[in-house]
Structure formats: structure tokens, C-alpha cells
């Protein structure tokens, strides 16, 4: 089984809100990533968690706050978005981080910031 | 910095036609190098990937051959169907600046319309 599960599938919120997106995997990984892509665009990387830790921030503003609370789940918490933040968010896992692992990735979660 | 250069889209074929999709890379190191396939509105699935110089990736007819000498991972399928329209990504994944762990560069996307 290579499925990734991202909640919710959609989500529309306004630049006050709080919301939280959700990735879980059953595969055993012990590594999980979040990306972010704009319409028409590849997917940029965002996060890396391995073994729990965060072990790669790129540069993401503060109003994006990941959190692994286990080696299956990650979130990632939003607060004070901005118009230009809604975009596709994709979860990926992969088995320890190592760059010939294969990531396999989550269906995402169209997000709208009003 | 690792970059991925993918033909310009997007690509018009009838069904049963020979499918090419070029990809270069540049990138220090031996890079690993993968094709993803991106339906609407979904994520991003592997089709293939090649770990190592002259490793061939394969998969539902599908093909790619990792070539070192000119840096290039084409797509190829010898006779492509309706079902095959979608987005196709190239990427390879190198270590991120420093640490030990692979971080995934994507080339811009190549549209695929096969019509019957």
C-alpha cells in the first residue's frame, strides 16, 4: 500500500482564520514533506521532517507552521494567511529522507485564502 | 543550484502515437532522476524513476533511460492513449544544501491532450 491521505480536500478560509491541514501515512516512512504548488507550476518544497524532526525549512514564512506529533501523521497549521498563499498543498512520504527514496505523494488539499 | 529543463507544452497526439517528452538536468553529484504524472485535480504519482547512469525506468509502457553523458531522462511510450492525458513532471532528487537528505527539483510540467 502506497496511499497518502491529506484532510481536508478542500478548505476556504479567511486571513483571520486558524485552520490546520492533515497528512497520514501507513507505510512505515520515516520521513514526510510538505509542498505547495500554484496552478499550472511543479510543486515547491516547503518542509521535511525525518524521524520526527524538522530537518529542512525552506524558507517558509511563519504564518505556516508544521508540527509531526508521530512518524505517521504531519499537520500543518495556518494562521494569518494571505491571498496569494491559496494553492494546492501536497503531503509526500518517503522511506528515511535519503535522496534515491521515492516519494510518493497525497491527493492535496485545495486551499483558498479569502 | 539543481535545475530540471522539460520540453515546452503542451503536446497534442492523436491516440496510438509515439510520445517523446524531452528532460535535462543540471546537477552536481549523481542525482537521482524520476517522472511523475499529475491527473486534474489529484497529486502527483510516480510513473518511474532511474537511481544510477544507464539504469532504465519503466512502467505502464512507459520508458526513460538515465543518460550521464547528456544529462537527460526522456519520456518516452511507443503508442500513447486518452487515458495518458495529463501532466507529466520531471525531477531529480539530490541532497539539500548541506544535509544528507533528497529534495525533490521539478522540471515545469509538460501537458499531454491525447484525443481518440
Known amino acids: 500500500d502506497t496511499e497518502v491521505t491529506q484532510t481536508p480536500k478542500h478548505l476556504v478560509m479567511g486571513m483571520t482564520n486558524k485552520k490546520s491541514l492533515k497528512c497520514e501515512q501507513h507505510?512505515?516512512?520515516?520521513?514526510m514533506y510538505w509542498y505547495k504548488q500554484k496552478a499550472k507550476k511543479p510543486p515547491e518544497l516547503m518542509f521535511v521532517?525525518?524521524?520526527?524532526?524538522?530537518?529542512i525549512n525552506e524558507s517558509v514564512p511563519s504564518r505556516f507552521s508544521p508540527e509531526c506529533p508521530n512518524s505517521s501523521l504531519l499537520n500543518l497549521h495556518l494562521h494569518a494567511l494571505q491571498p496569494e498563499d491559496s494553492a494546492l498543498y501536497l503531503c509526500?512520504?518517503?522511506?528515511?529522507?535519503?535522496?534515491?527514496?521515492?516519494?510518493?505523494f497525497g491527493p492535496g488539499t485545495r486551499l483558498t485564502v479569502l | 543550484g539543481d535545475s530540471v529543463t522539460q520540453m515546452e507544452g503542451p503536446v497534442t497526439l492523436s491516440e496510438e502515437a509515439f510520445l517523446t517528452i524531452n528532460c535535462t538536468y543540471t546537477?552536481?553529484?549523481?542525482?537521482?532522476l524520476f517522472w511523475y504524472v499529475q491527473y486534474p485535480g489529484e497529486g502527483l504519482q510516480l510513473l518511474l524513476k532511474?537511481?544510477?547512469?544507464?539504469d532504465k525506468g519503466s512502467n505502464k509502457g512507459f520508458e526513460a533511460t538515465y543518460r550521464k553523458e547528456t544529462t537527460s531522462f526522456h519520456l518516452e511510450k511507443g503508442s500513447v492513449q486518452v487515458s495518458d492525458s495529463a501532466v507529466y513532471f520531471c525531477?531529480?532528487?539530490?541532497?539539500?544544501?548541506?544535509?544528507?537528505?533528497?529534495?525533490?527539483?521539478f522540471g515545469q510540467g509538460t501537458i499531454l491532450t491525447v484525443h481518440p
Open positions: 521532517y525525518s524521524y520526527e524532526k524538522l530537518s
Open positions: 507505510m512505515g516512512h520515516r520521513a
Open positions: 509526500a512520504s518517503s522511506h528515511s529522507g535519503s535522496s534515491t527514496d521515492t516519494q510518493y
Open positions: 546537477a552536481t553529484g549523481y542525482p537521482s
Open positions: 532511474a537511481t544510477k547512469a544507464d
Open positions: 525531477a531529480l532528487s539530490a541532497r539539500a544544501g548541506g544535509t544528507s537528505y533528497g529534495k525533490l527539483t
